[in-house]
């Protein structure tokens, strides 16, 4: 089973096919791994592996991955985690694709690395929109089961990172309007409908984004087949 270890974090990958890399970010929140794709309308292992080199990964304590727990974690963590292992594989340049969390993933890798996002797939991203009780509580569902695992992680610990990954006003909680809007990687952005997927994040992406597409339908049965075929048109113009 192939891990990447970097002092005590161990993060579970998988690659799967050949050609241009594309590094593939789960939904789940805090949750983020590989298994959430199977269930997703578009599923990144059956739709490009076939032309592309595709990475996937559980996020830091989630699926199989482990790591260290303080009060101090924020979304730079992740980042180096998912830059760390593009290093171990030896991959310089690479399209991102992430659904849910994964657009926030998207931009800290184009605010740390843009020269080395070729382009980035958002699926449906989350954001602030009067939802952050929401995202609290998917945060203390997922750390519930983790604290037996922590034991010296306290109370305070586990608010400190809560309020570091969600309590910000910021458009994905991570980063301003004002650098989204500087944002020099070409995005297409799968639309999302619902209350940890607001519509009008999406949109506002579109509409700060210099070189950003909004694709309006994809999980409906019916629109599956188009949509699929836009994000690989989106990626082979720029490969």
């Not at 849910?100 to 605010?111: D, K, N, Q, R, V």
């Not at 449906?124 to 998917?138: C, K, S, T, W």
């Not at 409906?220 to 990626?235: K, T, W």
Request: aromatic share 10%; with cysteine; glycine share 6%.
């Amino acid at each position: 089973m192939p891990f990447f270890e970097r002092g005590d974090i161990r993060i579970y990958y998988e690659t799967d096919g050949e050609g241009f890399p594309v590094l593939a970010l789960a939904a789940g929140g805090m949750r983020s791994a590989m298994p959430f794709w199977e269930n997703a309308p578009w599923n990144p292992v059956r739709q490009l592996a076939h032309r592309y080199q595709v990475i996937t990964m559980d996020q830091r304590n989630a699926g199989q991955s482990t790591a260290p727990i303080s009060g101090n974690n924020n979304w730079h963590d992740y980042r180096d985690d998912q830059l760390a292992l593009l290093d171990h594989l030896g991959i310089e340049r690479f399209h991102v694709a992430g659904m849910c969390i994964g657009g926030s993933f998207i931009m800290e890798l184009i605010a740390v690395a843009p020269e080395r996002v070729a382009s980035g797939v958002m699926l449906q991203p989350i954001g602030f929109e009067g939802n952050r009780q929401a995202y609290f509580d998917i945060f203390d569902s997922w750390a519930a089961e983790l604290k037996a695992a922590h034991p010296t992680v306290t109370d305070a610990d586990w608010t400190q990172f809560r309020q570091t990954m969600f309590g910000s006003v910021d458009l994905l909680f991570n980063l301003t309007e004002d650098h989204v809007a500087k944002c020099p990687v070409p995005l297409l952005v799968l639309i999302g409908k619902d209350i940890y997927h607001p519509a009008a994040i999406s949109r506002r992406i579109v509409e700060l984004v210099p070189q950003a597409a909004l694709v309006e339908h994809w999980k409906e049965p019916e629109h599956v087949a188009a949509a699929s075929a836009a994000v690989a048109d989106f990626l082979a113009k720029h490969s």
